[in-house]
């Protein structure tokens, strides 16, 4: 099990960039797989970007090429740059971990969660 806290939210214009970082408690952070997910209001949460343990990555296609997903195991922390923000990128924005490999975007394939920090993108 880890804790994960999230930070780097905010407000922003479209077109404008913003970088979130998670932090994770925990001495087997590097094992895990860690992912990034969107919960815009009415909507169901999304999956966007997932990491593995050997750095092979994944996203979803509407952020394709403007996202992109790292981590350093040395700080137990992962990222997500945010380039050419849209204001259909505005939503609560979650870290979560799980411990097997894969690269999955569901939800339920994620065992811990952090509480989400904001991102909202003025047009």
């Known amino acids: 099990q880890v804790q994960l806290v999230e930070s780097g939210g905010g407000l922003v214009q479209a077109g404008g960039s913003l970088r979130l970082s998670c932090v994770a408690s925990?001495?087997?952070?590097?094992?895990?797989?860690m992912g990034w997910f969107r919960q815009a209001p009415g909507k169901e949460r999304e999956g966007v970007a997932a990491?593995?343990?050997?750095?092979?990555?994944a996203y979803a296609d509407s952020v394709k090429g403007r996202f992109t997903i790292s981590r350093d195991n040395a700080k137990n922390t992962v990222y997500l740059q945010m380039n050419s923000l849209k204001p259909e990128d505005t939503a609560v924005y979650y870290c979560?971990?799980?411990?097997?490999?894969?690269?999955?975007?569901?939800?339920?394939?994620?065992?811990?969660w952090g509480q989400g920090t904001q991102v909202t993108v003025s047009s």
């Open positions: 990491i593995n343990r050997i750095t092979t990555t």
């Open positions: 979560a971990a799980r411990p097997l490999a894969g690269l999955k975007f569901g939800p339920d394939e994620y065992t811990d």
């Open positions: 925990g001495r087997t952070f590097s094992t895990y797989t």
